[in-house]
T-cell receptor, first 112, second 113 residues
Framework: NAGVTQTPKFRVLKTGQSMTLLCAQD?????MYWYRQDPGMGLRLIHY???????AKGEVPDGYNVSRLKKQNFLLGLESAAPSQTSVYFC???????????FGPGTRLTVT | EDKVVQSPLSLVVHEGDTVTLNCSYE??????LLWYKQEKKAPTFLFML????IEKKSGRLSSILDKKELFSILNITATQTGDSAVYLC?????????????FGTGTRLTIIP
């Protein structure tokens, strides 16, 4: 089992560029989440999905879009990157909401 | 707005010491509290606590929840350098039919050999 994987691991973007972060899990989990982690702010939920074909907004959704076309994949898109989106992005999955979340290794994104 | 507060923000102790990390919360419709350990990369799950007063234990780590006073503590005894990490506390609470995790900002624990 690979668990939760994320690609890419690092990325540098210029302001206004777009990109997609990919999260994949092989544990047949229903729930998937995207977080960002900034110094002094803790982990903040961007978007989440309660199953294939569904998405919902989290605490800080502005500037991001997501899609869950397949149960095992959860994509996070930045249409027009801004320096405020410089962060470490974590994907997580869980079997159900009341179960622990398993995290991916993170993507470090820098927007210049 | 749901809130999770951890203290202290950072802690430096010597190997072999015992440490206690604190997590207090203010959430509507609390369901569970989780502790994670984050070293250089992804947080890894330690404990999930749902009931008050029942200690969860794993080796030198233990945790307990007090739902009346709205806090949890994480104890680490006989600390080792491998315990150096950021410890995150998170609370699960219902949110319009779904449930979400609210994280605290973490306690950075450094163990000096």
């Amino acid at each position: 089992n690979a668990g939760v994987t994320q690609t890419p691991k690092f990325r540098v973007l210029k302001t206004g560029q777009s990109m997609t972060l990919l999260c994949a899990q092989d544990m047949n989990h229903e729930y998937m989440y995207w977080y960002r982690q900034d110094p002094g702010m803790g982990l903040r939920l961007i978007h989440y999905s309660v199953g294939e074909g569904t998405t919902a907004k989290g605490e800080v959704p502005d500037g991001y879009n997501v899609s869950r076309l397949k149960k095992q994949n959860f994509l996070l898109g930045l249409e027009s990157a801004a320096p405020s989106q410089t962060s470490v992005y974590f994907c997580a999955s869980s079997l159900w909401t009341t179960y622990e979340q398993y995290f991916g290794p993170g993507t470090r994104l820098t927007v210049t | 707005e749901d809130k999770v507060v951890q203290s202290p923000l950072s802690l430096v102790v010597h190997e072999g010491d015992t440490v206690t990390l604190n997590c207090s919360y203010e959430v509507t419709n609390f369901r569970s509290l989780l502790w994670y350990k984050q070293e250089k990369k992804a947080p890894t799950f330690l404990f999930m606590l749902t009931s008050s007063g029942i200690e969860k234990k794993s080796g030198r780590l233990s945790s307990i929840l007090d739902k009346k006073e709205l806090f949890s503590i994480l104890n680490i005894t006989a600390t080792q350098t491998g315990d150096s990490a950021v410890y995150l506390c998170a609370v699960i609470a219902p949110n319009f039919g779904n449930e979400k995790l609210t994280f605290g900002t973490g306690t950075r624990l450094t163990i000096i050999p």
